[in-house]
């Protein structure tokens, strides 16, 4: 079951994802002596990192961090990567952070690269795990039909025309045609070993994947709809993105 919580703005759904997630690290912290945590990227994490960030009661060098997805062939220094978007947002405005392993991309060898942070996910199991969801309620880069059952950490996988059609819609790149058609992506079975599943989904755009997540059958053709599966997640709405859900949230935060 995935347990809702709805605020009246953008803003509000970011700060109460952030809280949220940062008293689960500071609890992992005190539980284990360290956290792994996995934070997403987009235009719908903007708000949450930057609360993030903030909480100073989070010891950040007993934390490591992991992302979700990477673009194939895509350096770290161009407008729309990961690694950039996440040096920018998140790994450089904290200078004690332990650790954290990027997705690279553009490695050589990309068969090495999956081996290399399949190796690194199973020495630093997942606490809390940061998360969107898609407009084609996709996980991750596991855009449908997506792969349940596979038990790699992360692998290379193909990006269907609406995934690609929102990278370009939300603009990161100057034309459809510009967006990869490859990535590197965290696949299901791995983002639901998380002990805590954060879920930030603001926006109009997101209404009809929030309603198929939430109120429809678990399937791989709406992939984020296997966390009704997840026993400790918690998705945070805006009233835009929750308009579609049949039962209609009141504005104030719940």
């Known amino acids: 079951m995935i347990d809702l919580r709805f605020h009246k703005t953008k803003l509000e759904t970011g700060f109460a994802a952030a809280a949220f997630g940062a008293a689960a690290i500071v609890e992992a912290i005190?539980?284990?002596?360290?956290?792994?945590?996995v934070v997403a990227t987009g235009a719908s994490q903007f708000e949450m990192l930057a609360a993030l960030v903030g909480h100073n009661e989070i010891d950040w060098s007993r934390v490591t961090?992991?992302?979700?997805?990477e673009y194939i062939n895509m350096p770290a220094t161009h407008p729309a990567s990961f690694r950039r978007y996440l040096a920018e947002h998140f790994t450089g405005k904290l200078p004690t952070l332990g650790a954290f392993h990027f997705v690279e991309g553009d490695a050589p060898d990309l068969a090495a690269e999956l081996a290399r942070l399949g190796a690194l996910l199973?020495?630093?199991?997942?606490?809390?795990?940061?998360?969107?969801?898609?407009e084609n309620g996709h996980l991750a880069f596991n855009d449908p039909p997506a792969d349940?059952?596979?038990?790699?950490?992360?692998?290379?996988?193909e990006l269907e025309d609406r995934c690609r059609r929102q990278q370009f819609g939300e603009g990161w790149f100057p034309s459809l045609e510009a967006v990869p058609h490859r990535a590197i992506s965290m696949t299901v079975r791995r983002i639901m070993s998380s002990r805590v599943v954060v879920l930030t989904v603001p926006d109009q755009r997101k209404a009809d994947a929030v309603r198929g997540v939430v109120e429809g059958p678990i399937t791989n053709l709406c992939p984020a709809s296997i966390l009704q599966r997840h026993a400790a997640c918690r998705m945070f709405l805006d009233p835009l993105a929750a308009s579609r859900l049949s039962s209609k949230p009141h504005a104030a935060a719940l």
């Open 30 to 37: 005190a539980s284990r002596g360290h956290a792994n945590i």
């Open 65 to 69: 961090g992991f992302h979700l997805d």
């Open 122 to 134: 199973d020495r630093h199991p997942i606490d809390v795990m940061f998360a969107g969801i898609g």
């Open 148 to 157: 349940f059952e596979t038990t790699d950490a992360y692998r290379v996988v």
